[in-house]
Nanobody, 123 residues
Framework: QAQLVESGGGLVQPGGSLRLSCVGS????????MGWFRQAPGKEREFVAA????????LYADSVKGRFTISRDRAKNTVYLQMNSLKLEDTAVYYC????????????????WGRGTQVTVSS
């Protein structure tokens, strides 16, 4: 059974950095597009970034462009989200997702989801 497991969340001060990881198991994800989403308390889940599994195309939400970097290690079946210059408004649970429909921003276009990792930006 396909599974995605996120890690790397935590508490960080504004301006700090974190790197999230998402490890896939249970199937091959070579044909899948991988995305990161986040959900803050009381808000809807929102798109953060996505990358093709082969890494030739990337998409970012405007709110994180220039601060976050998505990447993947095919050998490790892992997708990363490097988050720099973190802001208070980046506080959320971050989810990894895999889908087949391309670099999409709608959560409904993704087939597999991890359980999420909490990122808290606070002074």
């Amino acid at each position: 059974q396909a599974q995605l497991v996120e890690s790397g969340g935590g508490l960080v001060q504004p301006g700090g950095s974190l790197r999230l990881s998402c490890v896939g198991s249970g199937r091959t994800f070579t044909e899948y597009y991988m995305g990161w989403f986040r959900q803050a308390p009381g808000k809807e889940r929102e798109f953060v970034a996505a990358v093709t599994w082969l890494g030739y195309a990337i998409l970012y939400a405007d709110s994180v462009k220039g601060r976050f970097t998505i990447s993947r290690d095919r050998a490790k079946n892992t997708v990363y989200l490097q988050m720099n210059s973190l802001k208070l408004e980046d506080t959320a649970v971050y989810y990894c997702a895999a889908g087949l429909k391309g670099l999409r921003i709608a959560s409904g276009d993704y087939n597999y989801w991890g359980r999420g990792t909490q990122v808290t930006v606070s002074s």
